[in-house]
């Protein structure tokens, strides 16, 4: 009886050998998946965890737990970040897995510019290798040349450095829109974005800007799309929640795959969340008919402010006072 008793309690202490299941993936892990669920549904994001019974998934905005029950196939994307690259005459896109904002940031940040001219400065993003920016038109307005400041990292964060007299090459002054190029730097790589799909945003979607309000250089802010086809001056904008402000002009809106999907062009002074943004496809369109758009620098009134001149106005019987802006009160 002693040696069956003894025999059971071994036998019960013995360790149970484990099933099979997914490791746990610490958080802050930089894993991106694909679940499958069938029927043409898909998630992508960030695992955060996995078990044999669930996946913890962070969808950017969003963290949800998928039951493994539920999941037909897992397939990870890291290794697309830089592959599936389609390049054309002078913008890219890309399959580019779903980020954070502070990872889209961080590798998106080096291709953001800031544009500098003698009235003011607004913000841009470099399309290609060989100097291309984009910006919005009324911040390049009557100018023929700009100076833009880049932002190549370090080890220690970011050099700035400021590449004067680049070059407006194209304008497309309905679209608020215009192409600057930069000469290329012997020592500077220049980082580039990608352009992505504006029509496949959906009211909703987190988005994030990059620039320079008020001067203030590579500030992120964050929000979502409001409305994806406002009317506003005569073309279609999103409206957006992000914070844009001025020096925030032309610069890149992103989505949470880092692709840009809009330029920031404006919005309602002294009213928060309540901002516009050009989408891509029209960046698209006005890059891929460049020579349609290009400025004709040789002409003497491109690049020349002109000051108006006084206006007369009769006020009886040979009696003329002079205005100096049209509007404001006579000077006496």
């Known amino acids: 009886m002693l040696l069956a008793t003894l025999t059971l309690l071994f036998s019960v202490q013995d360790p149970v050998p484990a099933a099979p299941s997914v490791p746990a993936i610490k958080p802050g892990g930089q894993n991106i998946e694909v679940l499958d ?3 043409g549904c898909k998630l992508q994001g960030r695992v955060l965890r996995a078990t044999e019974q669930m996946v913890l998934l962070d ?24 592959g599936r690259i389609i390049r054309q005459k002078l913008w890219s896109k890309a399959e580019l897995p779903q980020l954070s904002v502070a990872e889209g940031s961080k590798m998106m940040g080096e291709a953001v ?16 290798e060989d100097g291309w920016l984009v ?3 009324h911040v390049v307005k009557g100018e023929v040349e700009v100076d833009v400041v880049v932002y190549p990292a370090t ?33 500077l790589q220049f980082k580039t974005v990608f352009l992505g799909a504006s029509d496949e945003m959906n009211v909703g979607d987190a988005v994030y800007a990059i620039g320079a309000p008020i001067g203030l250089d590579r500030t992120v802010s964050s929000g979502i799309v409001s409305v994806t086809n406002r009317t506003f001056e005569g073309r279609c904008h999103f409206q957006i929640t992000t914070p844009i402000n001025p020096g925030n002009s032309g610069g890149p809106l992103f989505n949470l795959r880092g692709e840009v999907v809009g330029v920031n062009s404006s919005g309602y002074t002294g009213m928060q969340g309540l901002n516009f943004a050009i989408p891509s496809k029209y960046v698209i369109d006005f890059l891929n008919n460049r020579d349609a758009f290009a400025l004709d620098s040789t002409r003497s009134e491109n690049g020349v402010h002109y000051l108006p001149a006084p206006r007369k106005i009769k006020l009886g019987k040979g009696r003329v006072k002079t205005l100096s802006k049209p509007g404001k009160k006579a000077l006496k």
């Not at 510019?113 to 290609?128: A, C, N, W």
């Not at 964060?157 to 730097?185: C, S, W, Y």
């Open 135 to 137: 910006t919005n038109f």
């Open 113 to 128: 510019v800031k544009v500098e001219t003698g009235g003011g400065l607004g913000s841009g993003f470099i399309t290609h």
């Open 37 to 39: 669920l069938g029927n």
């Open 59 to 82: 969808l950017g905005f969003d963290v949800v737990r998928v039951p493994l029950a539920s999941v037909l196939r897992r397939e990870t994307v890291a290794g697309k970040r830089t």
């Open 155 to 187: 080890n220690g964060g970011f050099e700035p450095r400021t590449i004067r007299k680049a070059k407006v090459a194209a304008i497309n002054p309905a679209m608020d829109l215009a192409l600057v190029k930069m000469e290329p730097q012997k020592d």
